[in-house]
């Protein structure tokens, strides 16, 4: 879904804000997604690399079924490139990485067996495992289950109006105001994320999540930055999450203190009605 056949065998795949453009045999840089003999394929279709029943609130979301339990699936690769990801195994260096084939049906039975009010799609980034999440949800919503996105937001307009109606929850993860962040650290940019935010918060439940990480996004002005936003593009009411970063991955910065969370949620009190600290 979401690709342009173009002459000579090159595709261009339009799902995210990268567009890339993939001669015969190359991968996206998702690294899940490949040009085969002119046509683009999703290379994880029903794989799944993690799978738990997890409550709600570790997504995370506070304010969409509070003590609940939810089906968690994730799969593999990432179309941004972080250097702290907790997750990397998965989502970076996942070449090894064992997957369990998942059909939607099989995920759907899995979820009712669990007595799980819906589904998360999770761990990784959701948005490249499109068509599985897609035909999942469609399933889902029919046997009445909720779907659950926990994304970075990186992806096109298109795609995403074409899936919104079947998601009811969002946490999108706002790495920074700055798009110089984005493109330094991430291999992204920041407009698409605040895009996806603004749009889908109309259209179903969303909380932000800002992972800080000491001196490259720390700063008062960030805080401030990214509670205006959330104040007068989503509405004073939207959960705001200010996560605690460990060292991860290729990162060995140390820990983020405490007080620095303590800074960043005061300053968002000021404007919004719930703000919260995780990894605390």
């Known amino acids: 879904m979401h690709c342009e056949i173009l002459e000579a065998g090159k595709v261009r795949c339009l799902l995210c804000p ?3 453009l993939l001669k015969k045999g190359e991968v996206g840089r998702c690294g899940v997604r490949q040009n085969e003999y002119g046509r683009l394929y999703s290379l994880i279709y029903g794989e799944v690399t993690s799978c738990a029943l997890d409550p709600i ?9 509070p003590g609940e339990h939810i089906l968690s699936l994730g799969t593999k690769g990432c179309n941004l490139k972080c ?4 997750n990397w195994a998965i989502s970076q260096e996942y070449a090894s990485c064992p997957t369990e084939k998942l059909s ?6 899995r979820a009712k067996e669990l007595n799980s009010f819906g589904i998360a799609y999770t761990y990784n980034e959701p948005f490249i495992w499109y068509e599985f999440v897609y035909d999942t949800a469609l399933l889902g919503h029919k ?9 970075n937001g990186y992806v096109n307009q298109k795609p995403l109006e074409e899936i919104i109606s079947l998601i009811d929850a969002m946490n999108i993860d706002v790495k920074s105001m700055d798009d110089n962040f984005y493109k330094k650290y991430c291999d992204g940019r920041l407009s698409p994320v605040l895009r996806t935010a603004e749009f889908s ?36 009411d939207t959960p705001l999450h200010f996560s605690r970063y460990f060292p991860a991955y290729k ?6 203190p405490i007080e620095t969370l303590k800074a960043a949620e005061e300053i968002a009190r000021k404007k919004l009605r719930y703000v919260y600290l995780g990894n605390t």
């Open 18 to 20: 990268h567009v890339c």
């Open 251 to 256: 990162m060995d910065i140390p820990p983020t």
């Open 104 to 109: 939607p049906q099989e995920a759907v039975s």
């Open 57 to 65: 609130e570790k997504k995370p979301l506070y304010h969409f079924h």
């Open 83 to 86: 250097p702290w990801c907790q």
């Open 143 to 151: 046997e009445g289950l909720k779907n659950v996105l926990v994304t």
């Open 201 to 236: 918060a109309a259209r179903c439940h969303v909380e932000i999540t800002n992972l800080i990480i000491p001196t490259l996004n720390d700063s008062r002005e960030n805080f401030q930055k990214l509670t205006d936003w959330v104040a007068e593009k989503l509405g004073k």
